[in-house]
């Protein structure tokens, strides 16, 4: 049971590129998250999915966009990477909403020169 | 709005001490308070899942409380070890985060450091 995955591990982006990070989960999560974890500043959420099909905005969607085609995958989407971007994001998923826990992936750190 | 603190912001501490760390949220209206533990460059592993309903969840050498009327949680950790040492977050799950349903509102965590 692999739980969620995220890849690339690390990256390093110039100012105006695009990218996506993914995210996969293997537990049958029904909602996924997408937050980003700056020092100091603690995880804010950018994006979160309470299904297939439904995504909504989280704290500081800004920036960012994502899809969520199946029930496994969600990836977050970089149009035009700015310096402000550069931050560590971490994909996560639970069960439902109310008394349901988290799981963590393993980070993306990104870096925009 | 929620907002939860962790106090300390940092703490060292000898081998086999037993030791607290603090956690406070501002609304009580939460489902659930989760403890996790982060490594430098590594992602999140939970600790311990506190359901509003309860007020405590133990696991190995870790214990952590909730006290939900007044806002605090706290995380004991007995027999502290060198490999203990990390980053403890707090985050509790609120019932109404302006409709993004199961958020969870982070504290900016407690810097952990167990010496041999």
């Known amino acids: 049971n692999a739980g969620v995955t995220q890849t690339p591990k690390f990256r390093i982006l110039k100012i105006g590129q695009s990218m996506t990070l993914q995210c996969t989960q293997d537990m049958n999560h029904n909602y996924m998250y997408w937050y980003r974890q700056d020092p100091g500043m603690g995880l804010k959420l950018i994006y979160y999915?309470?299904?297939?099909?439904?995504?909504d905005k989280g704290e500081v969607p800004n920036g960012y966009n994502v899809s969520r085609s199946t029930t496994e995958d969600f990836p977050l989407r970089l149009e035009l990477a700015a310096p402000s971007q550069t931050s560590v994001y971490f994909c996560a998923s639970s069960y439902a909403g109310g008394n349901y826990g988290y799981t963590f992936g393993s980070g993306t750190r990104l870096t925009v020169v | 709005k929620q907002e939860v603190t962790q106090i300390p912001a940092a703490l060292s501490v000898p081998e086999g001490e037993n030791l607290v760390l603090n956690c406070s949220f501002t609304?009580?209206?939460?489902?659930?308070l989760q403890w996790f533990r982060q490594d430098p460059g590594k992602g999140l592993t939970s600790l311990l899942l506190i359901q509003s309903s309860q007020r405590e969840q133990t696991s190995g050498r870790l214990n952590a409380s909730l006290d939900k009327s007044s806002g605090r949680s706290t995380l004991y950790i007995a027999a502290s070890q060198p490999g203990d040492s990390a980053t403890y977050l707090c985050a509790v799950r609120p019932q109404d985060y302006g409709g993004s349903q199961g958020n969870l509102i982070f504290g900016k965590g407690t810097k952990l450091s167990v010496k041999p």
């Open positions: 609304d009580s209206a939460i489902y659930n």
């Open positions: 999915s309470v299904g297939a099909g439904i995504t």
